[in-house]
């Protein structure tokens, strides 16, 4: 008898048979090649399949639900999450999912000290409003014309590394992260403040490093917007938004 299905298994469990389909069209399941795993997730894989290993998504709902519990509390606390991406297929969804609960954000490179050099940052991000402030009152018109170009060039560059943590007054109290691996300093420098982290990872990644991993596929874009769309719905549940 052929072996039964991650789907029809996920109907003698608790996990929702929805739940699992929508897992499955996103593509969450899809591993990696079994050189590629590291030891941390070998009870999270299902099976093998053209070489790919295939993620147990029973168990990954499990984490899901975990980290999605977690996130909730802190909306309901109104504390602030960081959400965090170096990766392309991530960014725009970071960006649109942070914004739509008004949380902070970082997508592109991350720049170090962030978290570990906290008021080196600040005032960067001071220095980033005060040069909009005398921009938007016509303080920076009496600069020729190169200068105020000068300026212009500034405020993108500033606004490019630290515009979607402007409104971040202090360390998040937790940070949501797309493959963890990828983002290794970030995790490093939460570990360093004590910040925990909620990351989505493949099976490459040491998910004993994170304190609520959500072991799926974290490079399709279907797979990360499913999973940030729960976390981001989380918070609003919490934090009583309505999307």
Known sequence: MPKATALQ????????????????????????????????????????????????LE????????????????GEEGEQVLFVTSKNEANDIIRTLAASVEQPYVTGRWIG??????????????????????????ELEKYTKKEQLLFQREI??????????????????AIVVVD???????????HQSDIPVVALT?????????????????ARAASIRYFLEKLRDAYADGAGITL
């Open 59 to 74: 168990k990954t709902q499990k984490l899901l639900d975990d980290a999605a519990k977690f996130i909730n509390k802190l």
């Open 156 to 173: 993108d560059r500033l606004k490019d590394k630290f515009g979607g943590i402007r409104n971040m007054k202090k360390l998040p109290a």
């Open 9 to 56: 298994e996920a109907k003698k469990t608790d996990v929702s048979p929805d739940a699992m389909g929508d897992m499955f069209a996103a593509g969450a399941h899809y591993g990696l090649a079994r050189s590629r795993r590291h030891p941390s997730t070998i009870d999270y894989i299902f099976g093998l399949k053209d070489g790919i290993e295939i993620i147990d």
């Open 180 to 190: 963890s691996k990828n983002d290794a300093i970030a995790v490093e420098e939460a």
């Open 202 to 218: 493949n099976i490459d990644c040491d998910i004993n490093l994170i304190d609520y991993p959500i072991v799926a596929n974290d």
């Open 113 to 138: 000290g962030t978290f570990t050099n906290f008021n080196n940052i600040q005032g960067r991000i001071r220095h980033l409003n005060e040069l909009e402030e005398n921009q938007e009152s016509g």
